[in-house]
């Protein structure tokens, strides 16, 4: 238990040195988990070696060495293998909270990491009531760098590099962080106000600056925390951002001026957020584009940017499929973009095929219509070309390389999360074999899930060869009974973040304007996935990508589920949504 207690000199100078050893391996312990994954990605690496001696991954020609494969399958590494995959899967499966989706991987992480700071709050503090007090503010304090580094966006992101992940896996882990930090500040705060009341100081320490200052950070904490649930971005995502761009600025000085024994992170911090900030600044490109409605459709933008070796933004020509940039019209001053909400888009072309970048956006109700109205403001039918911000590119560049380690792969895209997909599939028949027809290509397949086949007129590549091969392995969906209730369409959009579509029972077959053929209705996803995961080696590797609607997303996780363990599958789910 915690008494108040009046403590000497010398015990005040312990306690000090006790709060900041414990602020600091609070810190330092941070390093574990990333030094762990290094073990597991050196693991992994040896793995991969020690499997490339013995024969790769290629069937064995020779009864003996299948035998043995088999065997080792059967032994305990396939055990381990089997049950580590089964992990994973579980700490991907979703739990909705407070109208926010969190994964049981980032509740299992988040109970984790808040047991082992509240221990460093507890651990010697000697039954000193002010001793756990201070040091719940110090630990949380500690936290703040890491805060700050798991929010940065930029290919350098430091954090990215140490762990491979994508930035909405770091933000999933910002989110938690921030929600750990803020529950130590509220004990902070908590227990400093019980302190106040009991001592009866509460009337002269609420006009002291440090105690002000205390207060008006825990007010921003919560700002921070309550702004960023889901349903809130959803409602309105520049309420979100403009309250956390300028309340994660204000915090800063805030925090530094609450008391000196915490300033070391605070300055940590800033020099975090003044990289990240002058990082996000080169990052930004501006280029002339075009913007142009895509024909037959009312609410889906086209935007190209041309591209060449000599040109200015030649650099492009190295954006990746899968990667996405931040699109807006290039206007005001550029101190004040890095404030202005802009929106994300994938990359939906191969810019250094195409010598064309090609952003496809879903025409929503801000930014997205801010640029329809200005591709819609010049020539009717005519293309208007202005100058653009991009910044960017972000996300993992290592897709197309990362298929090419799998047996088979299935691609399902929904609506406008094609611009995800078009581009890995059109890369990966092109690393599989340059011809169409051939066997490799067969272990491939595509699924586009549209309302209307006008959405699929921006996809078809220039080169009409490609084009056609590009038909091969695809299968298009057009979902559309018929208008949509106006008010229906704006409420699925909103929650899915790229649209939804109405589905129907699956029907007949039409030609579309660019080529491929069209299916009436709704595809039967728990098929697709049955068929590229049945009639493969047990220890053959399937690799399932959705972009589409949430609800599209869930069904493919949920029929891939019954595969878990018996294949070696992996799933990834790109959100376009929040
Ligand atoms: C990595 C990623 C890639 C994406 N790629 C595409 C794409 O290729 N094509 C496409 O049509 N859409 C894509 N989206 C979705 C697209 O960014 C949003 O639809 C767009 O930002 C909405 O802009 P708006 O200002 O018109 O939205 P609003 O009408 O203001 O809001 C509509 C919805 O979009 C959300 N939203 C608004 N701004 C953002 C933002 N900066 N980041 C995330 N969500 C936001 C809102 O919370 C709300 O739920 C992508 C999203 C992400 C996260």
Redesign the pocket.
């Known amino acids: 238990m915690w008494h108040f207690l009046d403590l000497s000199q010398d015990q005040k100078l312990e306690r000090r040195r006790l709060l900041d050893l414990y602020g600091s391996l609070a810190q330092v312990s941070a390093l574990i988990p990333l030094a762990i994954l290094q073990i597991y990605f050196f693991i992994g690496w040896l793995q991969r070696r020690w499997a490339r001696r013995s024969g790769g991954d290629d069937v064995p020609s020779s009864p003996q060495l299948k035998k043995q494969r088999s065997d080792a399958l059967n032994g305990s590494v396939a055990r381990s293998k089997e049950t580590w995959r089964k992990v994973s899967w579980w700490m991907g499966d979703t739990i909705d909270i407070w109208g926010s989706r969190v994964t049981k991987g980032e509740i299992v992480a988040g109970v984790v990491w808040t047991a082992w700071l509240l221990f460093l709050s507890c651990v010697q503090t000697q039954g000193d009531y002010l001793h756990l007090t201070k040091r719940f503010g110090i630990v949380g304090a500690s936290q703040l760098p890491l805060q700050y580094l798991l929010a940065f966006k930029s290919p350098f992101s430091p954090i990215h590099h140490l762990t491979g992940c994508s ?2 896996t770091l933000n999933a882990a910002h989110q938690v962080l921030g929600r750990v930090s803020t529950l130590l500040f509220y004990l902070h705060a908590g227990f400093y106000l019980n302190f106040f009341i009991q001592a009866h100081v509460l009337a002269k320490r609420i006009k002291d600056w440090d105690v002000i200052l205390g207060l008006v950070g825990t007010i921003a904490f919560t700002a921070v925390g309550t702004t960023a649930l889901s349903w809130i ?6 309420v ?2 403009t309250t956390h761009v300028t309340l994660a600025s204000i915090l800063l000085p805030v925090l530094y001026f609450h008391v000196h024994h915490i300033r070391i992170y605070i300055l940590e911090t800033l020099v975090v957020y003044a990289v990240h900030l002058v990082l996000r600044i080169l990052n930004e490109h501006k280029v002339e584009g075009s913007l142009t409605m895509v024909s037959g459709t009312a609410n ?1 933008l086209e935007i190209n940017i041309p591209i060449s070796a000599k040109s200015k933004s030649k650099s492009i020509m190295q954006w990746q499929p899968g990667q ?1 940039v ?1 699109a807006s019209l290039a206007n005001g001053p550029v101190y004040t973009r890095p404030l202005k ?6 990359i ?1 072309s191969l810019p250094s095929e195409d010598g064309n970048l090609k ?12 640029l329809a109205k200005a591709a819609t403001e010049g020539a009717t039918g005519k293309s208007t070309s202005m100058p653009l911000i991009l910044e960017g590119p ?2 993992l560049s290592t897709h197309s390389n990362t298929l090419l380690g799998y047996n088979r792969v299935l691609f399902i895209a929904g609506g ?2 094609a ?2 997909i078009v581009p890995l599939y059109r890369t990966l028949l092109k690393d599989l074999s340059p011809s169409p027809g051939s066997r490799r290509r067969q272990n491939v397949a595509f699924v586009w899930a549209v309302r209307d086949e006008a959405e699929t007129n921006w996809a078809g590549p220039e080169d009409e060869e490609e084009k056609k091969g590009m038909q091969e392995r695809m299968t298009v969906y057009a979902t559309r009974s018929g208008r949509m209730d106006e008010d229906e369409q704006k409420t699925n ?3 899915t ?2 649209e939804m579509e109405r589905l129907l029972p699956s029907g007949g077959m039409d030609g579309s304007a660019q080529g491929w053929q069209i299916n009436h209705g709704r595809p039967n996803l728990g098929e697709m996935v049955d068929r590229a995961l049945s009639h493969t080696r047990e220890d053959a590797k399937v690799a399932v990508l959705v972009c589409g609607p949430r609800s599209m997303a869930d069904e493919v996780r949920m029929k891939s589920s019954k595969w878990v363990g018996k294949r070696d599958i992996w799933l990834h789910v ?5």
């Open positions: 930035w909405p971005r959803k409602l309105s995502y520049r979100f951002y889906l996405h931040y909400s802009r929106s994300p888009f994938t939906a952003l496809v956006a879903r025409v929503l109700n801000g930014n997205t219509a801010a972000y996300g406008v999360g611009t995800f959009e909103m929650d973040g790229i790109e959100a376009f949504g929040l």
